[in-house]
């Protein structure tokens, strides 16, 4: 929003003009643009649509006990809802975000049952390193060997100072190559040519980012969420 201050050229504007309004309000004349309209009709979010749809048909034709693992996930690992973050996420909603990243991402099968138990989990660092050109994440954990996928979201660079990241995310990729150095293991995750794909800046040494894990086993339902961190690249 801007502000305007008339001469003896101009002493009143109105209106839009090209998705620019000018008016009058508190803060005396202004002008603001309108933002960019979202087209809801994209190939992409139509196939967004239905594969949500295909996900959410098959919990219908689960059977109870599949149903029931998925509960039982929801219970022992809980996520808390982005709507409302004093609940966690029911059985089916469980269900239906482990399978969405799964093939959304890497257009795995829909995954009925949840299994029995899950994997003992503890994080310990997430770091980004740059060599070269070339821009890696790590994720650090305790897990005693168990298989888990990386899905890597981050934001556009920030300033390191923040308190806090109210920038949204943007997926960018995923990776599995696990390391393992006396039950600590790590998954790195080159996300140079797809950073600059999807955000459209090269990041170098010393920049600032957000960046989100989301780290789903692969044979148990079981989704753990590593809290966004502002991570210097070094």
Do not use: C
Request: no cysteine.
């Amino acid at each position: 929003m801007a502000r305007i201050q008339y001469t003896a050229l101009v002493n009143r504007i109105a209106g839009s003009i090209a998705g620019t309004t000018f008016q009058r309000n508190a803060y005396g004349h202004t002008i603001k643009t309108k933002p960019n309209t979202v087209n809801k009709n994209t190939q992409a979010q139509a196939e967004k649509k239905a594969l949500i749809l295909a996900i959410s048909k098959n919990w219908a034709l689960m059977s109870n006990k599949d149903r029931k693992s998925w509960r039982r996930q929801a219970q022992s690992n809980p996520i808390k809802s982005r709507l409302n973050k004093d609940s966690s996420l029911n059985g089916y909603n469980y269900y239906m975000k482990y399978n969405l990243i799964q093939k959304q991402v890497r257009s795995r099968p829909i995954l009925n049952n949840a299994g029995i138990g899950y994997a003992e989990f503890v994080f310990d660092s997430l770091s980004a390193s740059i060599r070269g050109s070339n821009v890696t994440v790590k994720i650090n954990f305790y897990a005693r060997g168990d298989v888990f996928i990386a899905y890597v979201s981050m934001t556009s660079p920030l300033n390191p100072s923040l308190q806090s990241i109210r920038e949204n995310f943007t997926f960018i990729t995923a990776g599995s190559v696990h390391e393992e150095v006396d039950d600590l293991l790590n998954i790195s995750v080159p996300i140079s040519t797809q950073y600059d794909k999807k955000i459209g800046i090269t990041l170098t040494e010393n920049l600032s980012v957000g960046i989100s894990v989301t780290l789903v086993h692969q044979g148990l339902g079981q989704i753990i969420e590593i809290p966004p961190q502002i991570i210097q690249i070094q």
